[in-house]
């Protein structure tokens, strides 16, 4: 008998409505060519110290390879909670309200899960992280795309959000610092917000994860730390990008002891706990590693000024941006879309970024540019993009 198993009508409708990451797509080629330089993964190039890859390699030789808690190592839930009492003045309990999850990924996967009902809708200030629609989707929400503007440096309003807002919206769903335009908010900004989500009784998930990556004097503000903010908010955070921690996989999600029992039932099921060894680093990055952390954020200071000053003398519009690693240039004026701008500069320069379209459909017109390599690296994609404007404008 043949083989005639459809399997594309067998899928899940919600796996069907997704796409694959729009990141991956030029990097895959990238790997097959020689002599790329990446301006496109969100990853450090910095090692993880070695103070915090000292603590894993004692643990191990320590026997530390069971399985935890599942909500977490009560040490860590407990420095978590310090940290943002210290940091924020935030009252967070270390027994109720933190959850150790693997990575910010998963946090932000289950709290949609968690808290979404078929049909519920979801706002979602766009450019936004790739898994923002993806994630919605999968839980079965509606993601609802509200519009940032170059012209307000991607913040988003009060007034943008009304315009989208139905009586099926549950979830307001913001990532400041941002993913990919490197936008911040400020206080003013986010106690517009607040008051937004107050008066539509909104549940907001907070992705924080580049909270510790800020410039320019600019300093973030934890969106639960807003006067009545923190019993609606879920507070998603983690240790990828400022302890340059990405392939230990360890997040943490923040909030009322009801949802984060409701995302641990999850968690128990899918995962059962982060693993033991990404914890016990944890609690050494929040222990001693802010002096490493803030090393890395200065020299991330220095890159994102080179980039800035060397993509707009060539006549690139971008905005500076104020927070993460990430900048997210206009290239309108090349005539070329997103996708085609990425692919003829990978394979005439051989630079990778990635377009903008990729972070949703008002991105297109721009590509996201990542600061998060060396400076040499840079300054050479920087003339090899200054070669390609010369010579492939349409």
Request: proline share 5%; aromatic share 10%.
């Amino acid at each position: 008998m043949a083989d005639n198993m459809n399997w594309q009508q067998r899928l899940s409708p919600g796996v069907n409505a997704i796409a694959p990451s729009g990141i991956r797509k030029f990097f895959d080629i990238a790997a097959q060519m020689d002599d790329v330089i990446s301006l496109g993964v969100g990853e450090p190039d910095f090692v993880t110290p070695w103070s915090i890859r000292e603590s894993c390699v004692y643990g191990l030789e320590q026997g530390y390879t069971s399985y935890t808690a599942n909500r977490g190592m009560p040490e860590l839930r407990q420095e978590i909670v310090n940290l943002f009492k210290r940091r924020y003045n935030v009252d967070y309990e270390a027994n109720t309200d933190v959850l150790v999850t693997v990575g910010v990924s998963e946090a932000l996967d289950i709290a949609m899960r968690a808290v979404l009902a078929p049909g519920d809708e979801v706002l979602i200030p766009e450019p936004c992280y790739v898994s923002y629609q993806a994630c919605t989707i999968l839980a079965g929400g509606v993601p609802v795309a509200v519009p940032a503007k170059i012209e307000n440096e991607f913040r988003i309003t009060p007034e943008e959000l009304e315009e989208h807002v139905t009586d099926k919206t549950k979830v307001l769903l913001i990532g400041y610092p941002n993913n990919p335009t490197g936008a911040i908010m400020t206080r003013k900004d986010l106690e517009a917000v607040a008051d937004f989500a107050e008066k539509h009784d909104l549940i907001v998930i907070s992705d924080e994860i580049y909270g510790d990556l800020t410039y320019g004097g600019e300093e973030h503000v934890c969106f639960s730390s807003l006067p009545r903010m923190k019993d609606r908010t879920i507070l998603l955070n983690g240790f990828s990008k400022a302890y340059a921690m990405t392939g230990w996989r360890i997040g943490y999600a923040l909030g009322n002891p009801t949802v984060i029992a409701a995302m641990t039932k999850i968690h128990q099921y899918t995962m059962l706990c982060a693993p033991i060894t990404a914890q016990v680093a944890a609690v050494e990055a929040l222990r001693h590693g802010e002096k490493y952390m803030k090393k890395m954020v200065a020299e991330y200071d220095r890159r994102r000024r080179l980039i800035y000053d060397g993509l707009t003398k060539m006549g690139l519009e971008c905005f500076e941006p104020k927070g993460a690693f990430y900048i997210f240039p206009s290239i309108k004026s090349t005539g070329y879309t997103s996708d085609e701008f990425a692919e003829k500069l990978l394979t005439t320069e051989h630079v990778a970024l990635v377009p903008g379209s990729a972070f949703g459909a008002c991105g297109e017109g721009h590509v996201r540019c990542s600061y998060a390599t060396a400076i040499d690296k840079i300054s050479e994609a920087l003339s090899r993009i200054e070669n390609f404007l010369k010579n492939h404008r349409k």
